[in-house]
T-cell receptor
Framework: GAVVSQHPSRVICKSGTSVKIECRSL??????MFWYRQFPKKSLMLMATSNEGSKATYEQGVEKDKFLINHASLTLSTLTVTSAHPEDSSFYIC??????????????FGPGTRLTVL | LAKTTQPISMDSYEGQEVNITCSHNNIATNDYITWYQQFPSQGPRFIIQ???TKVTNEVASLFIPADRKSSTLSLPRVSLSDTAVYYCLVGDTGGGNKLTFGTGTQLKVEL
């Protein structure tokens, strides 16, 4: 099946620093990738949609200057949390839309990245 | 984006069949129905996807009535390891295919 990886799996940083999270589709090409965040005991919230070679589309209420998204290739998208603060601590999950087993337009999710800002 | 409604939680015992029903009254013509499973501190895992009637794979079955306003995920003979949150989502097959996550159903399987 389609595999999506994320790196790092967890990161702890000091307040004010920037953190980059990578999302890779390992065995398929993903023209579209999505970034979500999830707080404890809550559902996933879509942050932005990223298309290869173009600017990301952010959901309402998500600051594009704080959460920088780059989708430079068909297999890699990055999320950079700039000037992170404790309230940015969360579980960040990416997904990639691709074709697997003849099925199109299915989203496959990465394992997530736990960000803790001290 | 079609909104989905699922039970918040369900309890079952090992070896039983579990059926989780999801309502999506305003599903659009192009929308597919997809179910995901999520364990704590992990990303959602794809379970099954369908458009109409019945779909079956090695882990589950998905039943979709003719009006497509609801769907039922069926898990045969659950085990303790099936304890997880199950999400039902609907989304179109074209465009950005954005998926909106609802509350999901917390399934707890006991001995």
């Amino acid at each position: 099946g389609a595999v999506v990886s994320q790196h790092p799996s967890r990161v702890i940083c000091k307040s004010g620093t920037s953190v980059k999270i990578e999302c890779r589709s390992l065995d398929f090409q993903a023209t579209t990738m999505f970034w979500y965040r999830q707080f404890p005991k809550k559902s996933l919230m879509l942050m932005a949609t990223s298309n290869e070679g173009s600017k990301a589309t952010y959901e309402q209420g998500v600051e594009k200057d704080k959460f920088l998204i780059n989708h430079a290739s068909l297999t890699l998208s990055t999320l950079t949390v700039t000037s992170a603060h404790p309230e940015d601590s969360s579980f960040y999950i990416c997904s990639a839309r691709g074709t697997s087993g003849g099925r199109t337009d299915t989203q496959y999710f990465g394992p997530g990245t736990r960000l803790t800002v001290l | 984006l079609a909104k989905t409604t699922q039970p918040i939680s369900m309890d079952s015992y090992e070896g039983q069949e579990v059926n989780i029903t999801c309502s999506h009254n305003n599903i659009a013509t192009n929308d597919y129905i997809t179910w995901y499973q999520q364990f704590p501190s992990q990303g959602p895992r794809f379970i099954i996807q369908g458009y109409k009637t019945k779909v079956t794979n090695e882990v589950a079955s998905l039943f979709i009535p003719a009006d497509r306003k609801s769907s039922t995920l069926s898990l045969p003979r659950v085990s303790l390891s099936d304890t997880a949150v199950y999400y039902c989502l609907v989304g179109d097959t074209g465009g950005g295919n954005k998926l909106t996550f609802g509350t999901g159903t917390q399934l707890k399987v006991e001995l």
